[in-house]
């Protein structure tokens, strides 16, 4: 047993290290700093430079356009994008319906949808839960009716992220009600946002943001070429799709990096005042965080371990969305509790490019302490709710 | 990278593994403990005669040369079958300290007799005034002659009822002296052990020394930074007890999953209610969380890691915290059962109790790293 990393993973780390400390935009480095949200084309061009670097298809294998890498290594390259604060990539396109496709599609879906993927020309979508199907997923109830040679989609989505942005949309329908179990009879469809009969409409969180969506579909001509491997099946292709979602799942590195920024923030006089190491309790529970995300990233490292020594990932594969979740919420209260009074100003306005910074209301930072509390409240509830997850473990690791 | 045993380590487990499952039910453990001295000689032989006691401890001492992944590997196991025979005490904390500061005559007459399972020994690390603080000593070791006479109070001295030699850590000259580290035989006169059995069926005492008079030759490591010492085999101590709660914890989660898949109410197993399954995953989490820290404190420990201090409290916090937790919620999803004697369960629970208060509880450790 031993905690090291081997010298090549350590000289690989190094580089990753070096890219992100000179490569990564300075104009993305402000506006993040600044607490300014990143916009479509913020993305495009920071995914663009990682793809020049060949690093933007991490987890894709080498004949895709991929990197090949080792799961240690994919973990280091995620690790040090978490440390630099640089942002995750829009999942949809790269970690999300690319691997359905060269996994499941045809070979001319792969001609046709890949390229653009790498190269960030088509920002997709994922059109998986419904008003009436959230947790239970299965009982989704938009329709694909084929009709010569296209599938007539009707129905509503909902959740969808930056649909607003999304040039293309992949959807689970239903295909065939006539099924003896409801996961079967769905299929997996790829949909040009632009045809006709689809809507967006935004619906706006909590913290005041547009970030999720609800997207309608009416009478929706999807081209038959556009059903990806068997029809039916889709149900399958989308758990292989939260499969490639397993690598940095926990969300660990942001959390360190957070973490570590609050501490170093605590002996600062707060406005002129104390500073927060004089509020032992506070300082307790940033110390008792600090050891939960230890034992997360330890947790984490675990199943890296299984999965690099060709094993199946272990039981504590399935902790890790939960607890990665619950430390995250437990570091967004630290963050706005450690803001005090200066959480609550709602001044969302302030967060834009080109505001008057004698004009902050608090240090510029503060009063999005609240606003990212609110806002990450979704983790525990997407990707499956911790409850559905405690499901899923009582089940197939306790066998109860 | 690498979080595998290797096949040292792996023999060493499955061989203790297979002790506990052969040898070692929980009636025989139970018997151990209500016996006379509350612990088998017969067994402590048989780790001696296995090897089992010479890994924390170097060739040259006719060791194992173990690091603390090893004593990992032990502890775990050890913690799994409940045994009470006293290898913290012994080798742990005893041995722990005298493998560091022994000089050739003493380790001849201490610490090669521990080892080999013939003499008993003890850490007296606690007194009364000084809740879980190590280097909080009012002991002190005066100058007579050539040696020196000890008074002072010290209570949870572990296997203290079973020891030839205890050592104890005084503060020399006077009460603001450096602290030195004694040997003290059990017949020294103006010793009272005032011995006792602890609430998860170990032996522990407490010490009145009056003047004890020890000889020259009864000073372990004069002119080494003893508190240091101290302090360091009080970190190991923590590690091999965390190991031990981690095994606890293991049984302690099997066995209520187990029990929730056979104990039927309302016509079902109670496994069937998600209510308590979700309690379940709880437990599980908390152990898989428990063993990922103890894990990484150990490594960290072993390959002697700027923040080896940090993560040894980490994970006693840890075990305090939610192992704590853990071993309630098996508790109580034992039901009426779960609070009775005869049922194992209840005594895994109250050892797991008493590893959380052992140098220093869940409170103590998380002000540390408060910072």
Known sequence: MHVSFSPRDEAFRDEVRAFFA?????ELRQKIDRGIPLERDDYIGYQKLL?????FAADWPVEYGGTGWTPVQKYIYASEMAAAEAPDVVAFGVKMVGPVIYTFGSDEQKKRFLPDILESNVWWCQGYSEPGAGSDLASLKTRADLDGDAYVLNGTKTWTTLAQYADWIFVLARTNTDVARRQEGISFLLVDMQTPGITVRPIITLDGEHEVNEVHFEDVRVPVGNLVGEEGKGWTYGKVLLQHERTNLAGVGRSKARLRKLRNRCTEPVH???????????MRRLAATEVELKALEFTELRTLAAVAAGKAPGPESSILKIKGTEVSQAIDAL???????????????????????????GDGKEALTSLHYFNNRKASIYGGSNEIQKNIVAKHVLGL | MDFSLNDMQAMLGESIDRFIANEYDFETRQAHAASERGFSPAVWQTFAELGWTVVPFAEADGGFDGTAVDLMV??????????????????VLAGGVLKRTATDAQRARWLQPLIGGERHAALAFAEPHARYGIGDIRTVARADGDGWRISG?????????????????????DPSGDVGLFVVERAATGLEILDYPTVDGLQAADLRLRDVAVGADARLGAGDDALSVLETVVDEAILAVCAEAVGILQVLVDKTVDYSKNRVQFGVPIGSFQALQHRMVDMLTGLEQTRSLLWWATMTYAEGGDDAKRAVSAVKYQVGTTGRRIAEEAVQLHGGMGVTWELDVAHYFKRLIAIGRVFGDADWHLDKLAG
Request: charged share 20%; net charge negative.
């Open chain 1, 22 to 26: 000179s490569e990564f935009p300075s």
């Open chain 1, 51 to 55: 793809h020049a670097r060949g690093w």
């Open chain 1, 272 to 282: 002129g005042g104390q500073p927060l190491a004089s509020d032992r309790n506070f």
């Open chain 1, 335 to 361: 963050t706005m509790d450690a803001a005090g009074y200066y959480a609550l100003p709602f001044v969302p306005g302030q967060y834009v490019d080109g505001f008057d910074e004698s004009q902050f209301i």
């Open chain 2, 74 to 91: 032990v502890m775990e196991r050890l913690g799994r079958g409940l045994v009470v025979e006293p290898y913290l005490p012994n080798l």
């Open chain 2, 153 to 173: 109070d010290k209570t949870y001295v572990l296997n203290a009822r079973n020891a030839h030699d205890i050592v104890v850590p005084a503060r020399v000259g």
